[in-house]
T-cell receptor, first 110, second 113 residues
Framework: GENVEQHPSTLSVQEGDSAVIKCTYSDSASNYFPWYKQELGKRPQLIIDIRSNVGEKKDQRIAVTLNKTAKHFSLHITETQPEDSAVYFC?????????FGTGTSLTVIP | SAVISQKPSRDICQRGTSLTIQCQVDSQVTMMFWYRQQPGQSLTLIATANQGSEATYESGFVIDKFPISRPNLTFSTLTVSNMSPEDSSIYLCSMTGSYNEQFFGPGTRLTVL
């Protein structure tokens, strides 16, 4: 089956700096890569996703890149704000099967 | 996107009892899923709830422990049977959107004493 690894497990940045979270996957058949943000006590919320026919996607301060050859994808958050503090999960999917990374706890220090 | 609700939002149960969690979606969806999220951990898929047929369980999860119903395209239940403290967790249902995205319900926080 698919194996998704996520790094780092914790990340602290100063407000205004950038944050990068990286994930690798093992199954070359995976073709959909979403990122979720989970605030304490809340449900995971889809924040951005990318499909295997695209190398990069951006939505305001958030961007995701995908390298299919190396089987890794990354989340980039620029100009971080305290409200970006949360746990972020990556996932890899083929069909209806979703495999989640172990999560990154991001803290943005004001 | 569709609105997903779960009941109960939280419960405290005694060892050996069972709890049924309900998941309601405000539109018809083909695929619904049940996940477990243990404290500070990632999301682990328990099973896919198939409408009109038995659920498909992931490795490590069995129907006797986690029976699932899917009577129609908007509703599903997950029962956690014969509970032990190790079952304390957050249980989340999810559904797929038009482009295969997954959207999660608010979760049910279960504590087993």
């Amino acid at each position: 089956g698919e194996n998704v690894e996520q790094h780092p497990s914790t990340l602290s940045v100063q407000e205004g700096d950038s944050a990068v979270i990286k994930c690798t996957y093992s199954d070359s058949a995976s073709n959909y890569f979403p990122w979720y943000k989970q605030e304490l006590g809340k449900r995971p919320q889809l924040i951005i996703d990318i499909r295997s026919n695209v190398g990069e996607k951006k939505d305001q301060r958030i961007a995701v890149t995908l390298n299919k050859t190396a089987k890794h994808f990354s989340l980039h958050i620029t100009e971080t704000q305290p409200e970006d503090s949360a746990v972020y999960f990556c996932a890899a999917s083929k069909g209806n099967q979703f495999y989640f990374g172990t999560g990154t706890s991001l803290t943005v220090i004001p | 996107s569709a609105v997903i609700s779960q009941k109960p939002s939280r419960d405290i149960c005694q060892r050996g009892t069972s709890l049924t969690i309900q998941c309601q979606v405000d539109s018809q969806v083909t695929m619904m899923f049940w996940y477990r999220q243990q404290p500070g951990q990632s999301l682990t898929l328990i099973a896919t709830a198939n409408q009109g047929s038995e659920a498909t369980y992931e490795s490590g999860f069995v129907i006797d422990k986690f029976p699932i119903s899917r009577p129609n395209l908007t509703f599903s239940t997950l029962t956690v049977s014969n509970m032990s403290p190790e079952d304390s967790s957050i249980y989340l249902c999810s559904m797929t959107g038009s482009y295969n995205e997954q959207f999660f319900g608010p979760g049910t926080r279960l504590t087993v004493l």
